[in-house]
């Protein structure tokens, strides 16, 4: 076999390791650009996304319904939902497709003026991802609402009671306590 006409052809290992680094160095050079560029596309996506869901936010949050927008958000009060000190709550839609739930305060409620006043006040400044979001309240000719984001897997007693179907274990019941701390503090 004769490789003296064959520059490329070589007999000696160094010529086998720069066959072998150069391809190497390439593709590891290519793939660091790949993850780079990815990077890059992702975390301007989620600025932008970031961007839009606060614009929405702050659209959605803390209206004032007037009780006619109430009643039409709420189909009339047709789909009572429950039912607590405060008064009923009913299922409602935004126009934005946004499911809501609307508490009316009722008239035989223990809870008056002072205390629906601050708890508007308070759940208008504070936001935690540990607390329900408050999207508005009415308060128009005797009548009080909260309209809150509604919570599709039920509320907090359905699950702890078992009523919902099984029981929550241990471990479960703990992250609820602390999460419930964690929005508290």
């Not at 290519?30 to 560029?37: D, K, M, S």
């Not at 992702?42 to 614009?55: A, D, E, N, S």
């Not at 009643?71 to 299922?91: A, C």
């Not at 839609?93 to 308070?122: P, W």
Request: proline share 2%; glycine share 8%; charged share 20%.
């Amino acid at each position: 076999m004769s490789l003296d006409d064959n520059p490329s052809l070589c007999w000696r290992d160094p010529c086998k390791k720069h066959k072998f680094l150069i391809p190497l160095i390439a593709s590891v050079s290519a793939l660091t650009v790949v993850i780079l560029i990815s990077l890059g596309i992702w975390i301007f996506k989620m600025k932008k996304l970031k961007v839009y869901r606060k614009k929405e936010a702050s659209e959605l949050r803390n209206r004032a319904f007037s009780y006619s927008h109430v009643l039409e958000i709420t189909d009339n009060l047709q789909n009572l939902i429950g039912q607590g000190g405060f008064g009923k709550v009913y299922l409602g839609t935004l126009k934005n497709c946004t499911q809501v739930a609307a508490k009316l305060l009722s008239h035989s409620s223990v809870q008056g003026h002072r205390e629906f006043r601050s708890e508007v006040e308070l759940l208008m400044v504070t936001h935690h991802r540990h607390l329900v979001f408050l999207i508005g309240y009415c308060e128009e000719s005797g009548v009080r609402a909260l309209i809150y984001e509604y919570m599709v897997n039920g509320n907090l007693h359905h699950h702890l009671s078992g009523k919902k179907g099984g029981q929550l274990k241990w471990k479960d019941r703990l992250q609820i306590a602390l999460d419930a701390a964690y929005g508290l503090d």
